[in-house]
């Protein structure tokens, strides 16, 4: 799986979220349920595990000409309704 994100706003992710896209990447090599979150730009929603606690990423998915690569978009701690949602998907 190949990732691309924009170094100032993985730090500014990480200090307003706690979530750093390196972490989110770990979420990404899991199994885990994914949703479409937006249409314009199409955008998706992983819910997994980091360091203990449930995170929600989100991320596009783009082409080129290596192929198919992730655009982090934010990460942050889950939400009830994401956490509650993760428990009836998995």
């Known amino acids: 799986m190949r990732f691309e994100s924009d170094r100032e706003k993985s730090r500014e992710v990480k200090r307003r979220h706690g979530v750093s896209f390196r972490e989110a990447q770990e979420i990404l090599d899991q199994v885990f349920p994914v949703d479409q979150k937006n249409d314009d730009p199409e955008q998706f929603r992983a819910i997994g595990w980091r360091r203990g606690s449930l995170c929600s990423v989100i991320f596009e998915i783009g082409h080129d000409y290596e192929g ?9 701690k889950a939400t009830r309704q994401e956490e509650q949602s993760y428990a009836e998907n998995v």
């Open 68 to 76: 198919e690569c992730y655009h982090l978009v934010t990460a942050r």
